[in-house]
């Protein structure tokens, strides 16, 4: 293991040689992520569907309040096992072929769901997404991150997000359209939830073709297939010196076999790390932000909106979500992640405050209050996407060093998915039980305690490199804010 030391060798090294910014591997690095982000569309249209298809299908399987929390969070609890499980999985048989399975799990997930009978075998269907969509939130990340070079490492994994959100809206768009002309069909949800077959076969299909993460490979005595990897989207002369930093940090930790678990409960350091990604995910998650891509027709009807005319206003959060993810890549390399971090929740929790008044004080027959809080929670969409749900999920597939890299998110998501699935559950009876104004009270509240936790335990992850991390973390200079700022800075 790397010695307790702030003045460790490896982080006084020299840059890089520098990356091309265009040219063949650049192009090939796009190929990559465009593949592997058929995983990220997938979660995002398995998360999105039940927005609009929750209601026909409650209709036709006779859901209560209860029932519908159990349909809609079966599979975000799901996701929490998915999650942990899939982190040890890409630890042991490598991103690229845990990332294959996924796709066929995305497949049968999608069948048994369109098929189900009754609401039983409805939920092992969601059950089965859900440990596909938990599984594809570990990987994904964690293999762009591994395989994108640190100057463009958080626009390159950031796109997962995006794929995230655009298949949350291609959801919305899905639904609308086949609610509006079909809705009058007996069982028009299954149709709903069948189209999320196709990206599942892209993702099979695609991914037979893409290289393993040159990390994993290297953490795995495969020296010659890592270099031809990275030289597949490298320069000769970067590929060479990257893989070589990769190895003295492999070598640094020669004679102590110590992985996942095992590894982390020796060192204080990196206890505090996986506490810390624990704490990223649970605050990513206490927003609300997917009571909202969940629920939105919900609120939207609790807001005042005609049931038909809630699920085409439903598709305005979608637009500015996939938005919001385009400027947050743009701002990915550009601003520093806890900058991001502290600058969303501030907005956040600002408009969980101002929907929470108006909600309140505007009165159900004035024509204004829908459009109103239509336009606030567009806004805290906006604000979330392009400040928090991008920088956190890059941020996770940084910061963990690469023995317990998947072990350390699927631990962080495993609280994460954990609370999604609380809030997933017990939301239709809160609002029911406080109304729409108290539950943003409540997300208002947890947002300032939020704030205060990330501004005093996250440490900064960009333009670091991996390896540059994981000493940093290891030996507890990635805490002292500033002198990491800096060192990173005259880098």
């Known amino acids: 293991m790397v010695a307790n030391s702030t003045e460790s060798p490896t982080l006084r090294d020299s840059a890089l040689p520098d990356m091309p910014k265009t040219g063949p591997f650049r192009k090939r690095l796009g190929l990559i992520s465009v593949v592997a982000c058929f995983g990220g569309l997938l ?61 066929l799990m995305f497949f049968l997930g999608t069948l048994v769901v369109v098929l189900a009978p009754n609401v039983t075998l409805l939920v092992v269907g969601r059950i089965l997404l859900g440990l596909a969509v938990g599984g594809a939130s570990i990987v994904v990340p964690v293999y762009l991150s591994e395989l994108a070079p640190h100057e463009i490492r958080g626009s390159i994994s950031g796109r997962n997000e995006v794929a995230i959100v655009s298949g949350q809206l291609a959801a919305f768009v899905v639904n609308a359209i086949i609610g509006n002309v079909w809705g009058h069909i007996d069982g028009i949800w299954r149709v709903m939830f ?15 073709r893409m290289p393993e993460s040159p990390r994993w490979l290297v953490e795995h005595n495969r020296r010659d297939e890592a270099l031809a990897v990275l030289m597949s989207v490298r320069t000769e002369e970067r590929a060479r010196a990257e893989l070589g930093a990769v190895e003295v ?56 909106f005609a049931e038909n005319a809630a699920l085409i206003a439903n598709i305005a959060p979608g637009v500015v979500a996939v938005l919001g993810g385009f400027f947050a890549l743009y701002m990915m390399d550009r601003v520093d992640r806890r900058t991001t971090f502290i600058t969303g929740l501030s907005l956040t929790t600002t408009f969980h405050l101002l929907i929470g008044l108006c909600s309140k004080f505007m009165t159900e027959d004035n024509p204004l209050r829908a459009w109103v809080i239509l336009a606030l929670i567009v806004g805290f969409v906006a604000s979330m996407q392009s400040f928090l749900n991008v920088a956190v999920w890059v941020w996770l597939a940084e910061v963990f060093p690469l023995p317990m890299r998947g072990v350390g998110i699927g ?7 954990g609370m999604n699935g609380v809030i997933a559950l017990v939301f239709p009876s809160l609002v029911a039980g406080v109304g729409i104004s108290g539950v943003f009270f409540i997300f208002a509240i947890v947002g300032v305690v939020a704030l205060i936790f990330i501004a005093t335990q996250v440490p900064e992850t960009r333009g670091i490199s991996l390896e540059k991390m994981e000493e940093g973390v290891e030996t507890g200079m990635a805490y002292r804010f500033r002198e990491w700022r800096r060192m990173r800075d005259e880098q």
């Not at 209560?64 to 890409?90: D, H, N, R, Y």
């Not at 996986?274 to 629920?295: F, K």
Request: charge should be positive.
């Open 249 to 304: 940090v492999a070598e640094a930790s020669t004679g102590d076999q110590r992985v996942g678990y095992r590894k982390f409960v020796f060192n204080k350091w990196l206890v505090r790390i996986v506490l810390v990604g624990m704490g990223v995910a649970v605050c990513q998650q206490l927003t609300g932000i997917n009571s909202i891509m969940y629920y939105g027709q919900v609120v939207l009807i609790e807001s005042g």
């Open 194 to 208: 069948a189209i999320c077959a196709i990206p599942a076969v892209c993702l099979f299909i695609g991914m037979l």
């Open 411 to 417: 631990v962080s998501q495993l609280f994460g998915w």
């Open 43 to 103: 979660f995002g249209y398995d998360t999105g569907v039940i927005n609009g298809a929750l209601r026909p299908m409650s209709q036709e399987l006779g859901l209560t309040a209860v029932s519908e929390g159990v349909v809609t969070s079966s599979l975000v609890f799901a996701a929490a096992v998915g999650a942990v499980t899939c982190g040890q999985i890409c630890d042991m048989i490598g991103r690229r072929r845990t990332i294959l399975y996924l796709a």
